[in-house]
């Protein structure tokens, strides 16, 4: 009797567990979610996206496109007229006939449109067949094809020639060759040395950040051609990071300078200015600077010099030297001619300095002797006038709990500037708005009202702009406007009703509190198109924990964000939670974290997700989490320091010991080593707390980080006994490449497979994933 109720028991047990799990899925599950990836769904969105073509007169041209075809507008403005560019019609004849196909005016398969200056007279290529086309005639012609340019090779300013720079005037280029910087006269193609004691880890203009480097020089070039402003970059005294192929036969050793946290010193820079004309070389007369700028992880904006702002003769230029900590900021002036340099002010903060929200922003005005300067120093991101000549302030520009993100155009005549500002509108404040204000700090203006985020272009003379503005779950309308604001007309507006036939849904916009329950957050909700509101659902947390940026990215419309909406498909709700320590807010904002990078903002995180679930159907008690580079750090370290909230993670190519990620990215956010606890912040000294599922993936030719940082994690969860999943890419750097599609499936499997707790199909073929395997055999 004992063992037959013993027996009903076990079948009981059995039974409810095999009640609890869900059903498989399968190959048709999967393709419905494939769906919802952009390359099924941004087909759907018609109109909407304006690139406008100036042309002389300020007038412009751009393409209209809706499901019924293609339309080639041209717009006036001063006119305040839109019509077509040309008779599509009579053109798709006329090329029908030279080509022997049949066209439809709506679908013209048009490469690399120009219109000529006359206004009756396009060039176009199809199929690379290059044609001229004189609407007035209606007449087609035949061009001459070209072959395409080949690259100069690519030799990491070494023995072979690199990428070349054109001068302002387009008359010239420099280049690195032999670690030293050559003149190439563009008309005549001579060739002529500019400096002559370059030599390895010691060259002229060289580019290498160490998780970045090119062959592309670093040079600011004065506005009259003649000068440049650039550096001789010291890395002999640098250690060098490895990276081994793999392949048959005997591996490759790739080696080069990359700096890290508490290293004794870091890449210095000779500070240098190149007379182009007289071959000459001027040394600036200051000590070496460390390798830094005032805003990125790297010296280069815009693909030239950064913190360098000559004065129109090239006489001088103004420029920052900042410390290797980035909170010490020097601005200075340098005479092109002798070297000398005066310093004119210092900005000291606790921190880090910043002279701009992904833009550097302060400007040198010799015509008036001031400098434009951005600083935080009132907890908000603001514009300030300097006199050039004493380094004393004259005014505070902008002012107020809002910050300026962009300078974008400064009006020297009027004494006027024109930005993009966050945070003064009512709403998130994550959306960008076009205001101008007077250097006195008088007549401030907003120029773009309408609600959203707004993406701005000007007219060559800054008469006009092209704004488009949207958000993330209202699509784009695009207005054309003059200077002042007003608007003249409407250029577009996006059409998604076809896309909302498919079943496809906007994200929802949310707003909950951070952990102290005082601090405002923003973020995004997937959910999927069919959701029943009896059931629970396993949440799944996308993370990009900062300081640079956070997990939401654009808050522009966007008709596909990654494969968010794809994965909520599959059963799941998606959040997306743009964190404490991020950007676009107030300074103490983004310096909640300063100095515990190791945070990840993943206390926001856990209260963010019991906050929705109040809202949304989400089953606290299944909660997973992924993330790429610093979000996989954040995965891992959710998965080691809350292993009871956090189940599931997929941590792709994380700086998991930024004592082993490069130097001025750790040493900006955390602090010089010495100043901060980076071992209490390395996730290898939490992995013994794992209870859930989690997989690592690397590229194993990651540089930027290196898959050390990864091998770490592993082999502290092997010392630990652990369970764990790890996806290796034998030939990816730090994003896939190729192996994305392939990435996406491991990863929806397990989220399937352990969070959901159904059996995924087998070995799935997303679009990209079918694609390399055709290629393979």
């Not at 087909?43 to 406008?52: N, S």
Request: avoid cysteine; aromatic fraction near 12%; proline fraction near 5%.
């Amino acid at each position: 009797m004992k063992r037959y109720l013993l027996t009903i028991n076990v079948l009981i047990t059995v039974f409810t567990v095999n009640a609890q799990q869900h059903q498989p899925l399968t190959k048709e599950d999967y393709a419905r979610a494939e769906k919802f990836l952009n390359y099924n769904i941004e087909p759907y969105v018609d109109g909407g996206l304006v690139r406008p073509n100036w042309i002389a007169g300020e007038k412009f041209w751009y393409l209209n496109s809706t499901y019924k075809g293609n339309e080639f507008l041209l717009v006036d403005p001063v006119k305040k007229t839109k019509a077509p560019l040309f008779d599509h019609e009579r053109l798709a004849v006329v090329l029908g006939k030279a080509t022997g196909k049949v066209y439809e005016a709506g679908k013209l398969p048009f490469q690399n449109l120009s219109y000529e200056t006359d206004g009756k007279t396009f060039k176009f290529s199809v199929e690379d067949q290059p044609w001229t086309y004189h609407s007035q005639t209606n007449e087609l012609s035949k061009g001459k094809s070209h072959s395409a340019e080949k690259p100069s090779s690519i030799g990491r300013g070494g023995m072979s020639r690199g990428f070349e720079v054109l001068s302002p005037d387009g008359k010239k280029a420099v280049f690195i060759k032999d670690w030293n910087l050559w003149l190439k006269d563009i008309a005549t193609n001579k060739e002529t040395q500019l400096t002559f004691d370059g030599k390895k880890d010691y060259g002229y203009a060289t580019d290498n950040a160490g998780w970045k480097m090119s062959d592309r020089p670093i040079v600011r070039w004065s506005p009259d051609s003649k000068k440049i402003a650039t550096f001789q970059q010291d890395q002999r005294h640098l250690k060098d990071m490895y990276l081994v192929t793999t392949n048959v036969g005997s591996p490759t050793l790739k080696a080069w300078k990359y700096p890290l946290p508490g290293d004794k010193e870091v890449a210095k820079l000779r500070r240098v200015v190149v007379d182009v004309e007289q071959a000459k070389v001027v040394d600036l007369q200051i000590p070496l600077d460390d390798h830094r700028s005032s805003l990125s992880d790297d010296i280069v904006e815009n693909g030239q010099l950064a913190d360098v702002d000559w004065n129109a003769d090239g006489s001088e230029f103004a420029f920052l030297s900042t410390s290797r900590d980035h909170k010490i900021s020097k601005l200075q002036i340098a005479d092109a001619n002798t070297g000398l340099v005066r310093e004119v002010f210092v900005e000291t903060v606790k921190t880090y300095f910043e002279s701009g929200v992904n833009a550097i922003n302060w400007r040198y005005l010799p015509k008036s002797n001031e400098i434009l300067w951005y600083s935080e120093r009132d907890d908000w991101g603001h514009m300030y006038l300097y006199d050039a000549k004493t380094g004393k302030l004259k005014n505070q520009i902008t002012k107020g709990n809002w910050l300026v993100g962009k300078l974008i155009k400064v009006d020297e005549k009027n004494r006027m500037l024109y930005f993009t500002g966050y945070g003064k509108e009512k709403g998130n404040p994550y959306f960008a708005y076009f205001y101008k204000i007077g250097f006195d700090g008088k007549g401030m203006t907003l120029l773009t009202p309408e609600e959203g985020n707004h993406q701005v272009s000007f007219s060559p003379d800054f008469n006009y702009i092209v704004d488009t503005y949207s958000q993330p779950n209202v699509p784009g309308v695009t207005l054309l406007r003059d200077i002042k604001g007003k608007m003249i007309t409407e250029l577009g507006r996006a059409d998604i009703s076809r896309l909302v036939a498919t079943g496809w849904k906007a994200p929802d916009v949310v707003n909950v509190k951070a952990r102290d329950g005082k601090t405002d957050l923003y973020g995004l909700v997937f959910t999927p198109a069919k959701i029943d509101p009896n059931k629970k659902y396993p949440v799944v947390d996308y993370i990009y924990p900062g300081p640079q940026g956070g997990s939401v990215g654009s808050w522009s419309f966007s008709a596909a964000r990654g494969d968010h909406q794809a994965l909520a498909e599959l059963g799941f709700i998606v959040v997306m939670i743009e964190g404490t320590s991020n950007p676009y807010r107030s300074k103490s904002f983004h310096d909640m974290n300063y100095g515990n990078m190791g945070d990840n903002t993943l206390p926001d995180q856990i209260t963010a997700i019991r906050q929705l679930s109040k809202t949304y159907p989400i089953d606290t008690n299944k909660v997973g989490i992924w993330g790429h580079s610093g979000g996989g750090f954040a995965t891992a370290a959710a998965l080691f320091r809350y292993p009871d909230f956090f189940k599931v993670g997929v941590s792709q190519a994380g700086n998991h010991e930024n004592r082993n990620y490069e130097d001025d990215w750790g040493e900006r956010y955390n602090g010089l080593l010495e100043n901060s606890d980076y071992e209490a912040q390395a996730n290898q000294n939490h992995a013994k707390n794992l209870k859930g599922k989690l997989m690592l993936a690397h590229g194993m030719m990651d540089n930027n980080v290196p898959p050390y940082n990864t091998y770490l994690v592993i082999d502290a969860l092997n010392r630990a006994n652990k369970d764990y999943d790890l996806v290796l890419f034998p030939h990816s750097s730090h994003g896939f490449g190729p192996y994305n599609p392939y990435m996406m499936r491991r990863r929806w499997d397990y989220f399937v497979r352990y969070l959901l707790g159904a059996e995924p199909p087998k070995e799935y073929n997303l679009r990209g994933a079918n694609q390399l395997s055709r290629e393979n055999n």
